[in-house]
């Protein structure tokens, strides 16, 4: 395996370490992510992935991009990738549940194996783990945690925007 780069990027949703290898991006994660990857062999220098990474997901942010065009790396099972691989195909601005998308794989009985590589996602945002969603509609874990997912489906349009809390001083 050639070597893996990565940098750090500034988000909203805090800082971002982004990974990639001539082979494609391999990870995305998120400050404080409880499960990273491991990092042999990994060095922190440029890549011309990782710009055009950075590149989109900037634009992501910025609500100027609803999808990714970035050869892609994961490194897993065959289920797991066939899991993250199918997370791409839920539209932007739109939820699916862990048992709507183990339908969609023609494993019905999968649920909870779903919901299992769907958490080992390396490449979140990218492959938009965040659009999977409790059957009831809740937001369930994610690596980024509750208010990153809660941001990104906000910024989608999937979840309407919570309200300002108001000010309590205003006017005193």
Not at 13 to 36: K, N, Q, R, Y
Not at 54 to 65: I, N, P, V
Not at 104 to 112: C, E, K, N, S
Request: proline share 10%; with cysteine.
């Amino acid at each position: 395996m050639s070597t893996i780069h990565f940098r750090h990027i500034d988000s909203p949703v805090g800082l971002l370490t982004i990974a990639a290898s001539d082979a494609g991006l391999h990870a995305i994660e998120f400050p404080g992510d409880s499960d990273p990857l491991p990092r042999q062999g990994w060095r922190a220098a440029d890549h011309p992935l990782l710009q055009r990474a950075q590149a989109q997901l900037d634009e992501y942010f910025a609500g100027l991009r609803r999808g990714f065009d970035l050869p892609l790396a994961p490194q897993g099972t065959p289920f797991q990738r066939q899991v993250w691989f199918a997370l791409a195909t839920i539209p932007y601005g739109q939820t699916r549940s862990y048992a709507q998308l183990a339908a969609h794989l023609q494993r019905p009985t999968a649920t909870r194996a779903v919901g299992a590589a769907n958490g080992r996602n390396p490449l979140p945002i990218v492959l938009p783990c965040h659009r999977v969603i409790g059957a009831d509609g809740t937001l369930t874990g994610f690596s980024g945690g509750l208010p990153t997912k809660r941001f990104l489906l906000e910024l989608e349009g999937a979840l309407p925007r919570e309200a300002p809390a108001p000010d309590l001083f205003a006017g005193a």
